[in-house]
């Protein structure tokens, strides 16, 4: 059963109501199918008129939806009315990719006369569509990562139907956002098997909708635990699919000697921020900070520490989740290799304290349990004695998000190799601010090495997620009436 | 221990040799990683140089190589020669497609002042090398898909190393070319470690190569059976790696009404030929023809048959190869829903004899065992009373690299309804001609959806190939210096 619950009270709110079940769920996904070659036979015109009327709904329903979100997560109204504004930013900046033709986009190599291999027939590349999409929503994001959120913009925008798996934590946002989609697809002209939604907090509602035949990619944002295994389940099936799934990380914060001369206090209050941001739920909270031993990084690690010390999360998004937070936390406190400098631990009934503790680089290197994310405002400080050390601290995080590195304005062979190892485990590389924070644009790349993400080709955020959904076709000697589609599926 | 083996008598040539151990396995591996970085930061021009001279070593070594490799394979002079012509275009293509910048090239989008949504960081999205790339080589192609073939190519054009696992039933010729290789590295100034070969017959020595911790992604050609157990050995390592398998298929070809009757006589004659060529042992060679029933339908099978009947394939790969063909065809002649229209049984000494059965398309659609692939001159032809049971036997194939359609010049339902479950199921749809034969160019797509290939959103044809080996990395706020490199790797 499903139950709205007060994030900051833990009280439920309203009735419980039933999971879908098998049926229901095989039910979405028929419906998704049935309508799936009409879907991607639509003009891109018509896919963006639908991704700027959910905006507006999105937009319209702003005071309800945000003050429904703020109870299930305890997020804050600034912040979610932010991150709404993301989600219709968003669904919009799809749309205009959709004008500026991107979908249909056709690569036409005309035939060249003679024999092989300078002789050929005339190819005409382009994409499509491919099919029903099973789109998990996160708990972290109730907007952007959610119902209507990333994933779901850009299948629809590929001409991809979604079967939405709402997440359990946030359930009446959930079916409120489902409800507000389903009348705009109604109003769009659209036939309603484009936009389902199935809904339940047990493995077994994720699981048969990741076996089910009619689902043609799964895309997932969540925890490592759940990525891995519907991971193995999409690839396990009769006909395998992609499993486009970003799984968080740890990402490693590099603060080099420079940085810490320069603006050591400043950065360590902006990374203090960074930490506590969302109550530090993200997949882009900084987990890892990398500091060498000198007298200026002595003074930015005391720093750290105080900032961090001085600010207060706010209420975690769920029990379960505060619960593994604690359980993390309790999991560092008894590693004899970490000397605690933040560790102000709270009753449960209480938001969390921030956590931060102090490891030497080769007692990092060697605990992998040390290279696990602990979500949550929890971060370790990893001291080398050398850039060496710090590019094997690197080297065995292994895969992340992001890589941030303070203080490599300077070109030489220790930030160059900096700069290589953090593009070998990472997604993003940041050379200022925090990580924090993922603009939404076509040059963005969000996804990284395992465990960061289970395809680091290719991203979630940015309107690159488009090329998760629209598969390649070459057209060999099409007829005139097919080229005249320029590009648009049948 | 490897033998080289004389394809046509069946007799070894020259001495055994050993297979690679692991201890040579992991040698090799290590002597790519400790290249990797070196050879990332290679300018586009210097891998460009080196992919031409290849090309230019591979021609100057043409009249030997083609000679061993005949022997070895029984492929014939005039073939090999042409995919020797063709390997040798694909090195020279991948170096033309460097000299555009393309490796390189960088999205870049410059920061936007204000608040998130809009406002935003610089962002320039870059392309890194994946890192040592493990080639598995196919026997088919002992010059295109094997040690300097298209997988090659793109892997060394993009500036990832390239350990090769050649491919047991050319040994002989994968060791000459290798040395060839070898020597074109060194007088290009590149460390040995850019391009090392295993070797072995036994499954250990791949299953080692994909398990080793500095591989980086993985890229075959081969079989079902061999490429699916390699996957998901990709799959199972701590730290997976892309699996980018090109598996073959069924590649179902429509012969609809309209083509039978315009010109039946030809289409049977050159749908004969192709199933012929190479003695069937292309990925693209045609295996299922479906074909509706009319009268001009009946008589285009009986052309078809009469042609094939006509035909003498040459002898096979391998002894290996050629008794999986008999085992098929003896599968397929012990099916009670198939009716033999070509059954010319050889002894195994004898090259072998094409095979064609007529399978209603109800059988064909129930029986699950008639959508596997028998590699070699052999057919099912589908009789089909409808369009809508065409795109059932279609559908129920499921993944193929390609789908050719005859005779759908003309737009209706009926043609509409194909091209969309022909772009559904493959990667290459053709409406004329024959799938045998993969032009190398940008806007090939050699892939599509399971069983063909692993990852049917890539390419192991033409250009396109090399975006499986560069993965995107969104810089943040990059400093001026890094700025300056414009997209080389440091």
């Known amino acids: 059963m499903l139950q709205s619950v007060d994030a900051r009270t833990g009280s439920p709110v309203g009735a419980q109501f039933?999971?879908?079940?098998?049926?229901?769920?095989?039910?979405?996904?028929?419906?998704?199918?049935?309508v799936a070659d009409a879907f991607a036979a639509t003009s891109a015109a018509q896919r963006a008129s639908l991704l700027r009327a959910l905006a507006v709904a999105l937009e319209g329903s702003r005071e309800s939806l945000v003050a429904l979100a703020d109870r299930e997560t305890g997020l804050g109204l600034p912040r979610l009315n932010g991150e709404l504004d993301r989600t219709a930013f968003q669904l919009r900046g799809f749309a205009d990719v959709l004008d500026q033709g991107i979908a249909h986009a056709v690569v036409d190599d005309p035939a060249v006369a003679g024999a092989p291999p300078v002789g050929r027939p005339r190819l005409a590349k382009v994409r499509v569509p491919v099919g029903p999409v099973a789109m998990f929503s996160a708990s972290n994001f109730p907007f952007a990562f959610s119902v209507l959120g990333g994933d779901t913009a850009a299948a629809l925008a590929a001409g991809c139907p979604v079967v939405v798996k709402g997440h359990p934590a946030h359930p009446e946002l959930t079916r409120q956002t489902v409800a507000l989609a389903q009348g705009v697809v109604a109003a769009e002209g659209l036939p309603a098997g484009v936009f389902s939604l199935v809904q339940g907090g047990s493995i077994?509602?994720?699981?048969?909708?990741?076996?089910?035949?009619?689902?043609?990619?799964?895309?997932?944002t969540g925890s490592f635990k759940g990525g891995t295994a519907l991971a193995k389940i999409a690839a396990d099936r009769p006909r395998p699919v992609p499993f486009y799934g970003e799984?968080?990380?740890v990402n490693p914060l590099v603060v080099l000697p420079a940085a810490a001369e320069k603006n050591g206090a400043e950065l360590a209050n902006t990374l203090a921020g960074s930490i506590c941001l969302g109550a530090g739920q993200f997949c882009t909270s900084p987990g890892v900070i990398v500091v060498q031993k000198d007298a200026a990084s002595d003074a930015f690690v005391a720093a750290f520490a105080q900032a961090l010390q001085a600010l207060q999360p706010h209420t975690m998004l769920s029990s379960a989740i505060r619960s593994t937070f604690d359980k993390g936390v309790a999991r560092w406190k008894s590693t004899a290799s970490l000397k605690p400098l933040v560790d102000g631990s709270a009753e449960a009934s209480a938001p969390p304290r921030p956590f931060l503790a102090e490891v030497q680089a080769a007692d990092f290197i060697a605990d992998h349990n040390l290279h696990e994310e602990v979500f949550g405002s929890a971060a370790l400080v990893v001291r080398t004695a050398s850039v060496e050390e710090t590019l094997a601290v690197l080297r065995a995080i292994g895969g992340s998000l992001t890589v941030t590195l303070w203080g490599a304005e300077t070109e030489s062979e220790a930030t160059r190799s900096l700069v290589r190892a953090a593009t070998q485990i990472a997604g993003r590389v940041l050379f200022a601010g925090v990580p924090t924070g993922v603009a939404v644009t076509t040059a963005q790349h969000h996804g990284g090495p395992f465990p960061a993400s289970t395809q680091p080709f290719t991203t979630s955020v940015g309107y690159a997620a488009l090329d998760r959904f629209l598969r390649p076709v070459a057209l060999q000697d099409a007829p005139d009436w097919?080229?005249?589609?320029?590009?648009?599926?049948?």
């Open 204 to 220: 077994a509602v994720g699981v048969h909708l990741a076996q089910a035949p009619g689902i043609t990619a799964i895309a997932f």
């Open 18 to 34: 039933p999971e879908s079940t098998p049926a229901e769920i095989d039910q979405a996904v028929a419906a998704a199918v049935a």
């Open 247 to 249: 799984l968080g990380s």
């Open 482 to 490: 097919l080229v005249a589609r320029k590009g648009v599926p049948c």
